[in-house]
């Protein structure tokens, strides 16, 4: 079942987001001893992992997988998504264990074998995605691979997506941005036992409509999100703002 989150600001929006989070991350520690979660990246998660640093979390209990990362970009460069968590959540709560992808790593179909063992041993109890303005889920870009049972894949990144980071800000130009990345797959993303899902802004509101009134097809990756038992979705004014009342109504908490 999908559930949408409606706010006025972002910043209410990141709040309410990091409190379901920690809560989740609480009782999940509570009842099983540890908590295992997936974190993400991008523009549209500051808010959130920026409250969610301040809640209260057992963090040391927690394991940390990576979403995606680019491949070939050493992990200081100002868009290395490892860089990225370690400045705004790693470096500041400490998870017990991190997994990171190694995007420079020299052979990234190995880098791959590895992360796939590794979260092969593991319950994934929340994933926190967002939503491109392609529509894509992690790094799986229109028209994305709704098949493979490979928790982690390499993938082309769509010009769209690529120009996506140019416009927030990442790389200084198109031809900076990566062609290839290593993301987790649609699948493994949808074997989380909860789906939590930040999107603000209007700039974002194209997909979230596609995700959310459109066919579920490989064409609108996040529209495959309908189809999870556990997904909430916490949207502002701008990213709700294409959506029908319909859809408002059917889909609100």
């Given at each position: 079942?999908?559930?949408?989150?409606?706010?006025?600001?972002?910043?209410?929006?990141?709040?309410?987001?990091?409190?379901?989070?920690?809560?989740?991350?609480?009782?999940?520690?509570?009842?099983?001893?540890?908590?295992?979660?997936?974190?993400?990246?991008?523009?549209?998660q500051?808010?959130?992992?920026?409250?969610?640093?301040?809640?209260?979390?057992?963090?040391?209990?927690?394991?940390?997988?990576?979403?995606?990362?680019?491949?070939?970009?050493?992990?200081?460069?100002?868009?290395?998504?490892?860089?990225?968590?370690?400045?705004?959540?790693?470096?500041?709560?400490?998870?017990?264990?991190?997994?990171?992808?190694?995007?420079?790593?020299?052979?990234?179909?190995?880098?791959?074998?590895?992360?796939?063992?590794?979260?092969?041993?593991?319950?994934?109890?929340?994933?926190?995605?967002?939503?491109?303005?392609?529509?894509?889920?992690?790094?799986n870009?229109?028209p994305?691979?709704?098949?493979?049972?490979?928790?982690?894949?390499?993938?082309?990144l769509?010009?769209?997506?690529?120009?996506?980071?140019?416009?927030?800000?990442?790389?200084?130009?198109?031809?900076?941005?990566?062609?290839?990345?290593?993301?987790?797959?649609?699948?493994?993303?949808?074997?989380?036992?909860?789906?939590?899902?930040?999107?603000?802004?209007?700039?974002k509101?194209?997909?979230?409509?596609?995700a959310?009134e459109?066919?579920?097809?490989?064409?609108?990756?996040?529209?495959?999100?309908?189809?999870?038992?556990?997904?909430?979705?916490?949207?502002?004014?701008?990213?709700?703002?294409?959506?029908?009342?319909d859809?408002?109504?059917?889909?609100?908490?």
């Amino acid at each position: 079942m999908l559930r949408i989150y409606l706010f006025d600001k972002t910043e209410a929006l990141g709040r309410a987001a990091a409190a379901l989070a920690a809560r989740t991350l609480r009782e999940t520690v509570r009842r099983k001893g540890k908590a295992v979660f997936v974190a993400a990246t991008g523009a549209s998660q500051f808010a959130f992992l920026e409250a969610l640093v301040r809640e209260e979390v057992p963090w040391e209990r927690t394991v940390m997988f990576h979403l995606d990362e680019y491949i070939g970009l050493p992990a200081d460069h100002p868009a290395s998504f490892r860089r990225y968590l370690r400045e705004r959540l790693v470096d500041r709560v400490r998870p017990g264990t991190v997994h990171f992808i190694e995007g420079d790593a020299p052979d990234p179909a190995a880098e791959v074998q590895r992360l796939n063992g590794l979260i092969q041993c593991e319950e994934v109890d929340i994933a926190f995605v967002g939503i491109g303005e392609n529509g894509h889920i992690a790094f799986n870009d229109p028209p994305a691979d709704f098949e493979t049972d490979a928790p982690y894949i390499i993938v082309e990144l769509a010009e769209s997506c690529r120009r996506q980071q140019v416009s927030e800000g990442w790389f200084p130009s198109l031809h900076e941005v990566p062609q290839r990345a290593i993301t987790m797959s649609v699948r493994q993303i949808l074997r989380s036992k909860r789906i939590l899902s930040v999107v603000p802004e209007a700039r974002k509101a194209a997909a979230v409509r596609c995700a959310l009134e459109g066919e579920i097809s490989p064409a609108c990756p996040a529209s495959i999100l309908r189809t999870h038992p556990d997904v909430h979705l916490f949207l502002d004014r701008g990213s709700a703002g294409l959506l029908s009342p319909d859809t408002l109504e059917r889909y609100r908490a």
